[in-house]
Structure formats: C-alpha cells, structure tokens
C-alpha cells in the first residue's frame, strides 16, 4: 500500500481503469469527500448528494481506462463528472433558478443567537438560494479550491465572466448573511 | 510602464476571489500586491470585508463522507465494468510484459473456462478436487458435447 499512496494520480487512475481493487479504494478514499462536498453543496441535499456521489465514480470506472492524462487533471475531470449529474437532478426536479427567488429578509431577531451551527444553515440557505451558475463559480473557487484556469475551464466561461459570477454571489451573499458580522 | 490598478477594481476582485490575495488569479494578484503596497490602509479595508464572508463561508458544514458511503461506493464502483477494460487492454498488457506464450495459453484457458462455465456439472471445487485437473476437464468438456450433433451444449 505505501507504493500506491507514492503512485502518481494518473497511474492510479489507469491502474483502476484495468479494475484494481487497491487503486479505486485508494482513489475513492482520496477523492469521495471532495465530490459528495461538492455535489451537497450544489444540491443542498446531503442523500441526493452521496447517490450523485456512488453515480461519479461509477462512470469514472467506466471510463477511466480511456481518460488521457494529458488532457485535464483526473480531479477536474470528476468535477465535471459530479457536475453534470447535480445538473440533471436540478432540472429533473425543476429546481434551476435562474433569478434569486423572493424571500423575506430574516434580519437579526431578538431571540436569534449566533451558534456556529445556526451561522452554517444560514450560509447553506443563502448558497442555496443562489442562481446555480454563482453558487456553482462559489462552491468550485471557495470551497473546492480549484484555481480560476481549472474553474472557469469546467464552467466553459472566461476568467472574467467567472469573476462576475463570483462577484454577483459573493455580494448576494454579503447582503443576506451582513447581520452575521454586525452582531459579531 | 504599467498602469497601477485602481481601488474599484480592487475592490470589485475582492469581492469576486475573496481576502486571501494568493488564491487571485495571476496577472490580477500581482498588480494587487503593488496597490497594496502603494495604499496599505484602503486596500486593507477591502480585504478585511472580503476575509469576512470567507469566515463565514467557512462555517457552512462540510458534508460528512461516511465509511458506510465509502464502503458502497467502493462496492458499486467493483461492479461495475470498465468499458474501457477491453481484451485489446489486456492483450496490450500481456505483450507489454513480454509474455508471447502467455498469449495463446490465455485464449485457451479463457475458451476453456467459457465452455466448463457453462457445461453441466462443473463446478470449481470439482475439479479442485480431481485428481487429475486437467483430465477431469476433458471428461467435462466431452459430457458437454452434443451427441447428437458435435455441437457444444452451450
């Protein structure tokens, strides 16, 4: 096993193309909390997102003998990969949005405390509510920490288009948590 | 000579890409860094109010990756059938290693266990237990054969 953790990402990949057991353990123990964060994030739901979760690395097994190395990092291919199929479950489910839906503010309240439990679900509800095009530039920036080239290259838009999706979220965001920092 | 970035558009790429200046893309970074250095005190500002949406993006749970979803994934992953996996793949793997005679005796013992699959009685512990595998086999592969015709009864 010390010799698979050395082994380079891409001979894992291929490694497990060829259906070793030892590869995709190693790779679905390296890879699976990135893809069902990224998947919880976009879907808002931690069940849709380990089901989207077992579904990528399914079609990553199918595939992986033929992905080339060369081409995208086999970690920005199963972005994409994940990425598709939160896509399908959204439209399946009709929940695209493309406008930020009404939703009456939910200012400071008198008995509203700021347990760090109750500023997760807040920030969950807002990412949430989010257009999916901004909360997907967010969740793949901040919290996949994917660089801008690899972020953008997987959403299919400039570096400055992704900048502007960034920026319109990240001020939604802002404006729907502010009371968050102003009790602080 | 170039031109020294301004403080909206400073500000506009720190609400985009956040407070922590080394997660900019480049060239924006470095031109960043400089008005930093040119306006210490505003452009702190601007990155003290991007670091704080960060914080509290940070405190969106993580999505706890279960040893019961790894298990299941692990186990739905092994089910599942490479379509890249071919026999080109395997034939390419078995030549790579310099097996030539590999080769031939890999056909016939797959052809062989195809029909032994299939043929009646056979199970793996039978010819386990044989005395003589190889002939055990033979017997099965001939009870298999189709009297009548020659053909296999598979």
Known sequence: ?184 | MTTMMTLDRFETAALAWGGDLSRWPEPLRREAEALCTAQPERTRDLIAAAGRLDLALAAAPAAPASLALRSRVIAAASRSRPTGWSLGEALRGIIGAGVGAALAASCIAGVLAGVLANAEGFSPSRLAKAQDPGVEAMQLLRGSQDPADGSWSA
């Not at chain 1, 010390?2 to 390296?30: K, M, P």
């Not at chain 1, 807040?122 to 509510?129: I, T």
């Not at chain 1, 793949?140 to 288009?161: F, R």
């Open chain 1, 1 to 184: 096993m010390s010799s698979a953790l050395a082994e380079s990402e891409e001979d894992l990949v291929l490694r497990a193309g060829r259906g070793d057991a030892d590869a995709i353990s190693l790779i679905v123990t390296r890879k699976l909390p990135r893809v069902l964060n990224l998947a919880r994030r976009m879907l808002g739901d931690q069940a849709e997102a380990e089901d989207v979760a077992q579904e990528t690395f399914i079609r990553a097994w199918r595939t992986a003998a033929q992905w080339k190395p060369g081409k995208a990092r086999f970690d920005t291919w199963l972005h994409r990969v994940a990425l598709n199929l939160c896509y399908d479950r959204l439209r399946k489910s009709r929940r695209l949005t493309h406008d930020p839906p009404d939703r009456p503010d939910e200012g400071p309240g008198p008995d509203r405390g700021l347990l760090a439990q109750d500023v997760g679900r807040r920030v969950d509800q807002a990412l949430g509510d989010l257009p999916e095009r901004q909360r997907e530039a967010i969740v793949l920036v901040h919290y996949q920490e994917l660089s801008a080239a690899e972020a953008s290259s997987l959403m299919g838009v400039s570096i400055e288009a992704l900048e502007s999706l960034l920026a319109r979220g990240r001020r939604t965001l802002r404006s729907a948590l502010a009371d968050l920092w102003r009790e602080a």
